[in-house]
């Protein structure tokens, strides 16, 4: 009933941008709590951006001053703008959201994720 679609990655050279995109759709009441993840190859998943229904913001310390979360509830989608790309940003970039539907059931759902290749 509900999914989220991450789209924009690609390859960049180091110094470059992106811009990644999480789309929900589906029978939905209500968009709470947002982020981004990542998963390199032999790393765990970890934390980029968090944002709140309200706008509030939080960022991995690897990321902060370069990488920018936003969200449009009108459209019902997450970005992430990513400014000064580095070798070391390239992995698997996930979307989460914490979704209400419209039978009140709040679900913690993953998109599919999104290759950031960053070379050097």
């Known amino acids: 009933q509900v999914q989220l679609v991450e789209s924009g990655g690609g390859l960049v050279q180091a110094g470059g941008s992106l811009r990644l995109s999480c789309a929900a759709s589906g029978n939905i009441f209500g968009i709470y709590a947002m982020g981004w993840y990542r998963q390199a190859p032999g790393k765990q998943r970890e934390l980029v951006a968090t944002?709140?229904?309200?706008?509030?913001?939080n960022y991995a310390d690897s990321v902060k001053g370069r990488f920018t979360i936003s969200r449009d509830n009108a459209k019902n989608t997450m970005y992430l703008q990513m400014n000064s790309l580095k070798p070391e940003d390239t992995a698997v970039y996930y979307c989460n959201g914490n979704i209400k539907d419209l039978r009140g059931y709040i679900t913690a759902y993953w998109g599919q994720g999104t290759q950031v290749t960053v070379s050097s």
């Open positions: 944002i709140t229904n309200g706008g509030s913001t």
